[in-house]
Nanobody, 121 residues
Framework: QVNLAESGGGSVQPGGSLRLSCTVS????????MNWYRQAPGNQRELVAY???????DYADSVKGRFSISRDNAKKMAYLQMNNLKPVDTAIYYC???????????????WGQGTQVTVSS
């Protein structure tokens, strides 16, 4: 069984920073693309950033220059460094990843439970 767990959310003032972590646990053969999504009240879930196994990254236009995604393949973790946070960044942030737990290498998609990020003065 595969489990994704986010941590690092909280409340900050505008201009502040937070670092989210995502830990993948279970019997794992490989991890493919890892993503961070977010969902604000009344809005659809949106892709914030992704990182490929070899480190290729991309970001939503709204967070470019402020957020940075990274991963540690040995620790089976992904991170989202969020700087210069704005009230519009307030949302539940979810980790999402393609994970293989079987010897055939088939990738399956998994979600974490989410962590709340609130940006307010």
């Amino acid at each position: 069984q595969v489990n994704l767990a986010e941590s690092g959310g909280g409340s900050v003032q505008p201009g502040g920073s937070l670092r989210l972590s995502c830990t993948v646990s279970g019997t794992i053969f490989s991890i493919g693309i890892m993503n961070w999504y977010r969902q604000a009240p009344g809005n659809q879930r949106e892709l914030v950033a992704y990182i490929s196994p070899d480190g290729g990254v991309d970001y939503a236009d709204s967070v470019k220059g402020r957020f940075s995604i990274s991963r540690d393949n040995a620790k089976k973790m992904a991170y989202l460094q969020m700087n210069n946070l704005k009230p519009v960044d307030t949302a539940i942030y979810y980790c999402n990843a393609d994970v293989s737990w079987s010897i055939d290498g088939r990738l399956r998609n998994y979600w974490g439970q989410g962590t709340q990020v609130t940006v307010s003065s």
